[in-house]
């Protein structure tokens, strides 16, 4: 089993892992060897991300992280599984600041939008051939 295919490995037992935080944002990895490109950052801890992108990394592989809302900061990949991966940052992610900037470029729906309720179109749905007195039991749509 090659090292792409590996399991994020677990931490040592004396070792908290930070608690991490569910996130669906855009950002960017630079390297020396596959030059900068785009990933989808799908988790977020204090001092790490874990995310996929087009490129399979290598483990201990020195990184430059962009995220939203912060300056370029240095990290260093730990778990690597396809073209998945996990980076652990040398400095700590502001969650806020990563909220406000990816808040930033959304437009709520209603702030856009004039909603109205619209009543729906009178249609007569008579059609010729059919006679529109229908009380006597047994008669239905035959003329009298």
């Known amino acids: 089993m090659s090292n792409y295919e590996a399991p994020p490995a677990s931490p040592a037992p004396d070792e908290k892992r930070q608690p991490r935080q569910s996130r669906l944002?855009?950002?960017a990895l630079a390297c020396q060897r596959l030059g900068q490109?785009?990933?989808?950052?799908?988790n977020v801890s204090l001092?790490?991300?874990?995310?996929?992108?087009?490129?399979?990394?290598q483990i201990g592989e020195r990184i430059t992280v962009f995220l939203p809302?912060?300056?370029a900061m240095l990290g260093t990949v730990r778990w690597v599984a396809g073209t998945r991966f996990g980076v652990e940052t040398d400095r700590e992610i502001q969650k806020v600041r990563l909220r406000?900037?990816?808040?930033?470029?959304?437009?709520?729906?209603?702030?856009?939008?004039?909603?109205?309720?619209?009543?729906?179109?009178?249609?007569?749905t008579w059609r010729p051939g059919l006679t529109r007195a229908t009380s006597v039991p047994g008669q239905f749509g035959k003329k009298r």
């Open 100 to 124: 406000a900037a990816h808040n930033d470029q959304l437009v709520a729906a209603d702030s856009r939008a004039d909603f109205q309720i619209v009543p729906p179109p009178r249609v007569d």
């Open 69 to 71: 809302g912060h300056e």
């Open 25 to 27: 944002v855009k950002a």
């Open 37 to 42: 490109f785009d990933v989808t950052i799908r």
């Open 47 to 57: 001092t790490g991300v874990g995310g996929q992108g087009p490129h399979i990394l």
